[in-house]
Each structure stands twice: as structure tokens, then as C-alpha cells.
């Protein structure tokens, strides 16, 4: 650059106007909710990517590598089974195995995807910092991660419920579209405690106690018929429990006799359908306002 | 080369030039102040976290620290500019911020587009191979999947790690730091930047890595984009940019030619 010494014409210029006047912006503004979710839909590689290596990586130390994918779930089922079933034998419910494994393997889809997303900004502070993309990215993929992991336990939990002698039916299908109004419900949750977690840390120890809590309110390890015995407005609450409410999904579609809490199937779906939607879009709706402060700090 | 500089503070104000210079980044009297969180206080038991929690209070023990008082500079295309000075004088800071990823307190910080810090702390998942975090790390920058297929394998080259056998398909924790930071040098420079922020990274690696790091820093010079450096090795700030701003506890002490700030700061480093 060689320079004859020109007076510069800009130079009256406050720093605020020659910025403005070459249509530079404000360094880590946030982008409008339009423009933040068309930025999100450009990542979208980078979401799936992430999910994918999150998944390799998790178990690239453990000698069994991804079997834990199926082992994990199966251990789990065969403790509750062990405590629940023979132990404190719970006659009342016909295919106690099934009804208990579809249970925990749902809520347990849940309560993963919540406890690794209050983690989701926090553990990835150095890619925060060093990179700038929407953060949003972070805890879709943990939710898609998740996801994997769910289908991979799908897999055990049919095997499961045929051996115990449950027919196969057409309502099976219907699995599927409950598990998606779950996955969406997933999301919006994840989103919901990431930014709370990326606040405070103290979240990551609160968690397992609201989790643990919210499983003894979904009816996963006991019949829900139990639930009938607390006061109305109680079971009200209880029976618009989103978890109850995609257990129990699960349980119509693959089950021929479970006890359910819910009688009206229209409800059941009205009520999933709804919490996905509000989880959903309040979720990203919350996770976008906090945008400019993940990695601050 | 730009080379006329009044009072160093108001640099930028007076610059002088040729043709219309097209400002990159504009700093307009930033000040910034860091929350520095001491660990709890306030009892660590999940019940004393809770009720922080549903009070929205903070943990007791918060220190300030005011590390950046009130600077002003602008950044042209085309320029490579040096940012020396002590340790906790706010060198690193001010990158961070113009990156996006601090607020300031007061003033403010243009940009034109997104611009990149690419520090030596960068990291990425270190239990995935080097292969695999050439990827993921290309796909966050944004890239397009086919663009990055296409660049892989120049950009593993580019980082030298295949020199000594085929380490690009281990997991990165098996890395030494050098390796792993030439390779996050080499991924984050493989994308055009308008703003270029570089975090002691050129400290890295061999003599060898080193040269063609900065020769690709004077490459994405030339791709009409700025770029920072933060270093306390002055040889490379001296080879790189013609600029060079010297801040000292949060307020710059001198902004101009890379030979005379350099100077003054050596001769301020020695009387020390």
C-alpha cells in the first residue's frame, strides 16, 4: 500500500459513523429469529456430524465399544426388573417385563437427552470460543445423539416385548410417530436447560434429583393405576405429564393389556402432540434470546 | 506501507491514505469487564444450589476485573496488525470480544461479516481421529459438505501431522500439543476470513510449520481480509504485519509502524 498523504475525507468522522457509513455491524449481535433459524438450517451438516462423532466418541474407550449402546439399557431393565418385578412382585399387572421395560426405556430417552443437554454448553466451551456458529447446533446434535441411542434400545425393547408373548399388530406403527412427538418434545427441553445449565453449573447437580423425581411421577416402575388413589386434581396433573403421556403412547402401541391412566386415545395424542409443540418452540425460542452470552464468562 | 502516525492513541483518527480504505473493524472506545467466579461459597449441597437457583442470585464471591479501559482503533482491508504487550494487559481479551464472544461493558465494536479467532486453545474432540476433526471442524466454520471433501486432505498435509507416519487416523488425544495445534492452525486457515484473529498460534509447530503458516497468513492478507495477531514472539509479528498496536493494562500505549512500536516496547521491556 503506498501512501501519498492525502487528507483522508472521513477524517470529522466519529468511529460510530465511519462504521455505519461502510455497513459494518455490531460485533456478536444476535440475528433476528428468522435469519437465526436460517442460519441453523445451514448447519445442518455440521449438526448431524457432531451427533455422529458425539456418539463414536462416547464409547471409543470402552472395550465393548458400541454394544454398551444395547448392554446399557438391558442391565438397567434387568435391575428394575430384579427389585420391581420378583422382590416386590407386582402381580397385578399382566407382562410386568414389558410394561416395565417400555416405561424406562422412554422415560430413560428423556431423562438422557435432558441430563446431557444441561451439559451441551458447558462441556463444549473451547468450540464455543474458538468458533462461531449458532449454539443452537450444540444441543439439536445432543438431542439427535440421543436419538441414535433410543433407536439402537427400540431394537432390544421389541425383541423384549415378543419374547414375552405380546402379538404383533398394525398399532405397532404407531410407535413411530409417538417417538418423534417425544424427540421434538426432547429437543425443546434440551434447549430449555442448556442455556440454564450454560448459566450456572450448579444445574448439573440439581438435575438427577428432578429427573428421579419426574420418573416416580410417570409411572415407569409400578402400575399407574396406583395413580388413581391421590386426590383429583392430582391425578389431573399426572395425567397431562408429558412422560406419562408418551409412555403411555408406547404402551398402546406394543402392549395388548397394559393398564393405562389415560382412557380417551384421542387425549393421549392431543396432549403429546401439544407438548411437543410448546416444548419445541418455547425451547428455541428461550435458547435464541440467550444466543450472544454461551462462552462469556 | 501506511506510515504516517500522530498521537498514538488517535491513530486510527488521523490516519492518512490513497484511495477510499475500506474499514474492516471499528472499535469505538471499548471497555470490558470480566465476572471471575471463585468457586462456591455458599455451601455446595444440591439444596443450597437449588435455592440460588429459584433466587437467581449469584454466587457471593464474584470478582471484576476491568481488563480492557476504553480503547479505539480501526482495521482496514488489507491490514496485518500486531498486538503486543505484558501478560494481562488485555491483548487476548480485545480479540475475544471483536470475535463476538465477549460483550463490551461501554463503546462498541464493529465488524464487517463474522470474524474468526483461531487460538491455540481451540479444541476439538480429542477422542476422534484427526480425520474426523478435520471435518467436524470444517462443517462448524460453515463449510459446504462437498467443499470440505474436497479440502481434507490438503488441509492434514498443510498441518504436517502425516510426516512422521499415518497419525491423522488416531484419536487426537494421542497428539502432542504441537501436532494438535498445527492441526487446528491448519483447519481453521483453510476457510477465506474477512477478520482473521490469531491467538499466539503461529508460536506453534516446527521451523518448517511455521514458515507456511505465515505464509498462508500473507495469503488470506491478500484474499482482501484483515488480520490480527496476538505474540509475544515479536520476530513474528515483526515478519507480519506492518502495524502494530502495544496495549499495557487495558489501554493502548502506542499504535503505529511495526519497527517503531516494537522498538519502544523493547526499550520499555528492558527497564523493566
Known amino acids: ?297 | 506501507m501506511v506510515d504516517h502516525f500522530d498521537a498514538p492513541t488517535e491513530a486510527s483518527a488521523t490516519m492518512t491514505r490513497t484511495q477510499e480504505r475500506i474499514p474492516t473493524v471499528v472499535v469505538d472506545d471499548a471497555h470490558i469487564i470480566y465476572r471471575v467466579h471463585q468457586g462456591a461459597a455458599g455451601g455446595t449441597t444440591p439444596v443450597a444450589a437449588l435455592r440460588r437457583l429459584v433466587k437467581r442470585t449469584h454466587a457471593p464471591n464474584v470478582r471484576e476485573v476491568h481488563a480492557v479501559k476504553g480503547i479505539s482503533f480501526t482495521a482496514y482491508r488489507g491490514e496485518a496488525i500486531g498486538l503486543i504487550g505484558s501478560n494481562g494487559s488485555g491483548k487476548s481479551t480485545i480479540l475475544r470480544a471483536i470475535a463476538g464472544l465477549l460483550p463490551v461493558n461501554r463503546g462498541a465494536i464493529h465488524t464487517q461479516g463474522q470474524p474468526s479467532l483461531l487460538g491455540v486453545n481451540a479444541a476439538l474432540l480429542n477422542d476422534l481421529s484427526g480425520e474426523r476433526n478435520v471435518v467436524l471442524g470444517c462443517l462448524a466454520m460453515g463449510m459446504h459438505p462437498d467443499d470440505v471433501a474436497k479440502q481434507a486432505a490438503g488441509i492434514i498435509d498443510f498441518s504436517g501431522i502425516n510426516e512422521r507416519g499415518d497419525f491423522a487416523s488416531l484419536p487426537m488425544r494421542t497428539y502432542s500439543s504441537g501436532m494438535a495445534a498445527r492441526l487446528r492452525f491448519s483447519i481453521a486457515a483453510a476457510k477465506k476470513h474477512d477478520v482473521l484473529l490469531i491467538d499466539e498460534a503461529l508460536a506453534t509447530g516446527d521451523k518448517g510449520f511455521r514458515r507456511r503458516s505465515e505464509q498462508r497468513v500473507r495469503e488470506l492478507r491478500e484474499g482482501a481480509g484483515t488480520v490480527f495477531l496476538v505474540s509475544h514472539q515479536l520476530s513474528s509479528v515483526r515478519d507480519t504485519c506492518e502495524r502494530t498496536i502495544w496495549l499495557e493494562s487495558g489501554v493502548i500505549r502506542m499504535d503505529g509502524p511495526t519497527d517503531e512500536v516494537i522498538r519502544a516496547y523493547e526499550a520499555y521491556a528492558n527497564s523493566k
Do not use: C
Open chain 1, 1 to 297: 500500500m503506498a501512501t501519498t498523504a492525502l487528507v483522508d475525507p472521513d477524517t470529522g468522522l466519529t468511529q460510530a459513523q465511519l462504521a455505519a457509513r461502510h455497513g459494518l455491524r455490531v460485533a456478536g449481535e444476535r440475528p433476528s429469529l428468522v435469519e437465526y433459524s436460517r442460519r441453523l438450517w445451514a448447519y445442518r451438516h455440521f449438526i448431524a456430524a457432531y451427533a455422529n462423532a458425539k456418539l463414536v466418541a462416547s464409547y471409543s474407550n470402552a472395550k465393548l465399544g458400541q454394544l454398551w449402546q444395547v448392554l446399557t439399557p438391558l442391565t438397567n431393565a434387568a435391575v428394575y426388573y430384579l427389585i420391581f418385578g420378583v422382590v416386590l412382585a407386582q402381580n397385578s399387572i399382566p407382562n410386568f417385563i414389558a410394561y416395565l421395560t417400555t416405561g424406562l426405556f422412554i422415560f430413560n430417552f428423556t431423562q438422557s437427552a435432558v441430563l446431557a443437554g444441561t451439559q451441551s454448553i458447558s462441556s463444549n466451551l473451547g468450540l464455543i470460543r474458538a468458533l462461531h456458529f449458532p449454539r443452537a447446533s450444540l444441543p439439536l446434535s445432543t438431542t439427535i445423539t440421543q436419538f441414535q441411542q433410543l433407536l439402537a434400545s427400540m431394537v432390544v425393547l421389541v425383541g423384549i416385548v415378543l419374547v414375552t408373548g405380546e402379538p404383533l399388530t398394525w398399532e405397532w406403527l404407531l410407535l413411530v410417530p409417538a417417538l418423534l412427538l417425544q424427540a421434538v418434545f426432547n429437543a425443546g427441553v434440551v434447549l430449555l436447560v442448556a442455556r440454564l445449565g450454560a448459566k450456572s453449573s450448579d444445574l448439573k447437580q440439581v438435575m438427577p434429583f428432578i429427573m428421579r423425581t419426574w420418573m416416580y411421577g410417570s409411572g415407569v416402575l409400578y402400575s399407574v393405576s396406583l395413580f388413581d388413589r391421590l386426590p383429583g386434581w392430582a391425578t389431573t396433573v399426572v395425567q397431562y405429564n408429558p412422560l406419562l403421556v408418551y409412555i403411555e403412547l408406547a404402551r398402546y402401541s406394543l402392549l395388548e393389556e397394559a393398564p393405562l391412566l389415560n382412557e380417551s386415545l384421542t387425549q393421549l395424542w392431543l396432549v403429546g402432540a401439544g407438548w411437543a409443540l410448546v416444548a419445541g418452540i418455547g425451547g428455541f425460542i428461550y435458547f435464541w434470546r440467550g444466543e450472544q452470552e454461551y462462552g462469556r464468562g
